[in-house]
């Protein structure tokens, strides 16, 4: 309720407790969203929790994915709304898409207050990925499959690429002169998730696709699908990037597990994938509408969130979100057990004491709850139950239909479960009732029977609840004499032993223990007659729930979501996460160099056979990730300040759309909006006129050539005697007798036509341009952006030039809004418009479908209404056509209508406009590439 993030541990009632600031606040009738990480939890807890707010008199709804558009309006008009965090996203620039405000589901009224339910899954994992809205390019597909043929031939560098550290320090180092000995085409970074081509492959591809120089000879828009089809190939990986599925390629996202139904990879690398997996290819998107998740989740009134682990990213809340983290004590002590990381030399040993593991706990009865970073792993991991018979469930991207329902059971004796990061997130795992007492007999059988083969067993216990568990076993098991049971039950010394049959039990207790991860006590069974031959013995005795993590992620922040699966509402359990230094994580920040220490420190029977102690290896991983924490916050960071650029200006382009929509329903301002528009229409019409007359006198055409031209383009009527009179003028006066006439013309039109109509009609138009042009400008943005990366090696700052260069690009936008609206408004025929007035007016009912009729009539009239006799109109297109060489005239056959003659404009040409050359592709795609 104080716009705060209150962090409280998995299991303590998150989803009850946010019932008090979620009724408060929907009080205000402004309506409450609570924002969920994936839609089952959005269903769940709206069905869960409406019964309760029904009760208190209010309304509830919820958003899913499957939720059709047309009732997410009613949804979200509900006091309290649950909802998917990417689906509020997309409403929104959806939303800002439409062009009536009855059309709108989210934004009819303002953002008002938001619960987001795991707020640093969302803000601070997602935050990293923009929310796209995209249409289909009108661009071909065969060059993917042709390119992904082509990187098929080339093979991976064994090492990294050296980076340079400077001259002097090249020099001082004695590799000054020393080129990087290369064995293959291309380099995988794997921290960067990038391929780059060496001096070797280059060398291969320009003989492959016979070029002597592929950057130069080749162009930008070729060189982007190779680098494309490089990456596809080297760095997004099956099964782990993501999944085929009915012959499609969907995107695993990393923090979850889940598939993304519906999102791709932008910038043609999803295409790229695609044709590397030889399923059928897409076409290229092209983004419509965009916004991240900080600039999104900042416009409301108050945000607020809840999750088990804040408290890390506390500063990030803070900086971006202005949030602050309040931590809520547990209602329970918790008697969770994290172990420390258990690390081993690389994979195969790892694998080794993980198999292990998970067969001397599962033997016990413990259920096991096994975290998997991506899908191969959980695959392989299970192939290694199958092989060992030990029956289990696999959760990841693949199988995720019984999610909830497996989860929920994980917690049942000898349950064995492999999922992906956070699957059945928001799911309580409870423990079978008596689970924890069978546990306890079983792990007193495993001692019993190993004092009847004459081995010494051991095993440790890390808390007084799990020591008394044991002993009641015990007591249930063996014949204990009172005096047993006192010295047994006091605990008041530090070592106390009773005679069994075989043998004796004693245990060893801890009174200093400092840390919960520190045995409580030693139980050891010791027998009379011991087997030598035999070493002894020692386990770690846990009860309830097991974690066990097949690796470290990336975020420390994550392996605590997946620590806290265990230990819920004061339960016993205990978390581990096993580590190799050939593990994702270390190979990104420098595992090799770890591995040489290792190899230095221990001979190869121990480094294959033992687990790596030493502080220092342990120490190696937390830096990892802090390291790559660090480069994340960075990369989330300077998302969000370009991301606040491009806002402000959506913002600004939003404002004139709600402006115009707003005036749907209110006659004053229609009229204020017509006022206006016809002013600026006026204004810049002139303007266009002064521009074609004084571009033709700069390039030498007559005045008879400029007034085919201009009356072609603009349908200005001119009769074939006005034609040879206004032929003899000179351009000063051809200029100031057309203004008078384009004046006098559209006053006239705009006292004849009704305010309504040319609203409608000034609506349609202008959000038309509105809509186009800024999609070109997000584009145009976007390159931008990759441009000034490359300003800091001039010592520039590259965000200050971005805020410049962006500021100057958005006033073009403007401009060029006014300028391609007024333009089209020029060429109708206004007099088919009256006419078509006069005979039938508008219905309220389809105002939109009318006002396109309309227009498209309007501009038809206007390209098939000859203003000349046909034969004298030809002879002047024909001699334009002539000295086309000499002037910036280019004449085009149009199919279904006569010859357009077409003045290029003025000015240079844009990236996203269409090329001169008339290929139909986008000039940066074209002749522009260079």
Not at 497 to 502: I, M
Not at 545 to 558: A, D, N, Q, V, W
Request: glycine content about 6%; aromatic content about 8%.
């Amino acid at each position: 309720h104080q716009g705060k993030i209150a962090e409280m541990k998995t299991g303590e009632g998150k989803t009850l407790v946010a019932v008090a600031p979620v009724y408060l606040n929907a009080l205000a009738g402004k309506g409450v969203h609570v924002v969920t990480v994936n839609d089952y939890l959005a269903s769940r807890d709206s069905e869960w929790m409406a019964h309760v707010y029904t009760w208190l008199g209010l309304t509830v709804g919820s958003v899913t994915k499957g939720t059709p558009l047309q009732t997410r309006r009613e949804e979200y008009a509900r006091d309290i709304t649950y909802v998917e965090n990417s689906e509020l996203g997309f409403d929104y620039l959806r939303d800002n898409l439409v062009k009536s405000l009855a059309e709108r589901s989210l934004t009819w009224r303002p953002l008002n207050f938001a619960i987001v339910d795991e707020i640093d899954s969302i803000l601070i994992d997602e935050a990293r990925t923009p929310l796209i809205i995209s249409q289909p390019r009108e661009e071909p597909t065969e060059k993917y499959s042709y390119y992904a043929q082509v990187v098929n031939l080339l093979t991976p560098c064994s090492g990294k690429k050296k980076v340079s550290k400077g001259f002097i320090q090249e020099v001082l180092n004695d590799e000054y002169g020393k080129e990087q000995e290369e064995d293959g085409d291309y380099y995988i970074d794997e921290k960067t998730k990038t391929a780059q081509l060496s001096g070797k492959g280059i060398a291969k591809l320009e003989e492959i696709l016979k070029v002597e120089n592929i950057y130069k000879d080749m162009g930008y828009g070729e060189i982007h699908h190779i680098e494309n089809a490089l990456k596809a190939k080297a760095v997004y990986i099956k099964d782990k990037d993501y999944i085929i599925s009915n012959g499609e390629v969907l995107i695993v996202d990393e923090h979850t597990g889940r598939t993304m139904p519906g999102r791709r990879f932008s910038e043609g690398l999803h295409q790229a994938i695609e044709a590397k997996e030889q399923v059928q290819i897409q076409r290229e998107s092209q983004t419509m509408a965009t916004i991240t998740y900080q600039n999104f989740f900042k416009q409301y009134a108050k945000l607020s969130g809840m999750t088990g682990t804040a408290s890390t990213e506390g500063e990030e809340f803070n900086k971006i979100y202005e949030l602050e983290v309040v931590i809520v004590p547990t209602n329970k002590p918790i008697l969770r057990v994290d172990m420390n990381d258990k690390v081993y030399f690389n994979q195969h040993t790892k694998r080794k004491f993980v198999k292990d593991y998970i067969k001397f706990y599962h033997e016990i009865g413990q259920p096991i709850l096994i975290g998997t970073a991506d899908i191969a792993t959980s695959e392989y991991v299970s192939r290694l139950l199958d092989k060992e018979a030990i029956t289990h469930y696999v959760l990841n991207a693949k199988f995720h239909e019984q999610e909830a329902n497996i989860v929920s059971n994980a917690g049942k004796y000898k349950s064995v479960v492999v999922a992906t990061n956070m699957a059945g997130r928001g799911t309580d795992i409870k423990l079978e009732e008596g689970l924890n007492e069978k546990m306890a007999q079983n792990y007193l059988k495993f001692f019993l029977k190993n004092l009847k083969n004459g081995i010494v067993s051991s095993g440790n216990l890390y808390s007084e609840f799990e020591f008394g568990l044991f002993l009641d076993a015990l007591k249930e098991a063996v014949s204990l004499n009172e005096a047993d049971l006192k010295t047994l039950a006091s605990q008041q010394t530090l070592t106390c032993s009773v005679a069994l049959e075989g043998g004796n039990f004693t245990v060893q207790f801890n009174r200093k223990r400092k840390a919960n991860t520190v045995p409580y006590a030693k139980v050891s069974f010791i027998p009379s007659q011991k087997d030598t031959s035999k070493e002894a013995i020692e386990k770690d005795l846990f009860f309830g729930l097991f974690i066990l993590g097949t690796e470290k992620h990336e975020s420390r922040r994550i392996d605590n979501q997946l620590r806290g699966r265990a230990g819920r509402q004061g339960d016993p359990g205990v978390s581990v996460f096993f580590v190799a230094l050939d593990d994702s994580l270390m190979r990104k920040m420098g595992g090799e160099k770890i591995q040489s220490l290792a190899a230095m420190l221990l001979s190869k029977t121990d480094l294959e056979s033992l687990e790596l102690t030493q502080k220092q290896f342990s120490k190696s991983i937390i830096r990892a990730q802090k390291e790559i924490e660090g480069r994340y916050f960075g990369i989330r960071k300077h998302l969000f300040d370009y991301d606040s650029v491009v806002d402000k200006q959506r913002k600004r382009v939003y404002r004139i759309r709600d402006e115009i929509l707003a005036a749907e329903n209110d006659e004053q301002k229609q009229e204020t909006y017509v006022a206006n528009l016809k002013e600026e229409f006026l204004t810049e019409a002139k303007n266009i006129i002064i521009t074609q007359i004084a571009n033709a006198e700069i390039t030498g055409q007559s005045v008879g050539d400029v007034l085919v031209v201009l009356n072609k383009e603009y349908g200005l009527n001119i009769t074939q005697p006005e034609y040879h009179e206004l032929s003899q003028l000179d351009y000063e006066a051809l200029k100031a007798m057309l203004l008078e006439r384009l004046d006098a013309y559209f006053t006239k039109v705009f006292s004849t036509l009704e305010t309504k109509l040319l609203f409608q009609i000034f609506r349609e138009v202008h959000l038309h341009f509105i809509d186009k042009l800024w999609v070109d400008h997000i584009d145009e943005m976007q390159n931008l952006r990759e441009k000034v990366g490359l300003m800091s090696y001039a010592q520039l700052d590259p965000l200050v030039i971005y805020k410049k260069e962006s500021f100057e690009k958005f006033q073009e936008l403007l401009a060029n809004i006014t300028n391609n609206t007024a333009s089209y408004l020029l060429k109708l025929d206004f007099d088919a418009i009256a006419v078509q007035q006069s005979g039938q007016l508008i219905q309220e009912e389809s105002n939109e479908e009318k006002v396109i009729e309309i227009l498209t009539s309007a501009s038809r009239n206007i390209a098939h209404q000859p203003s000349k006799p046909e034969t004298e109109v030809q002879d002047s297109r024909a001699q334009i056509f002539d000295n086309s060489n000499d002037t910036d005239v280019e004449v085009f056959e149009v199919e279904d209508g006569p010859t357009h003659v077409t003045v290029k404009p003025e000015g240079k040409i844009r990236p996203n406009d269409p090329c001169p050359c008339g290929s139909g592709k986008k000039y940066k795609k074209c002749c522009g590439k260079e």
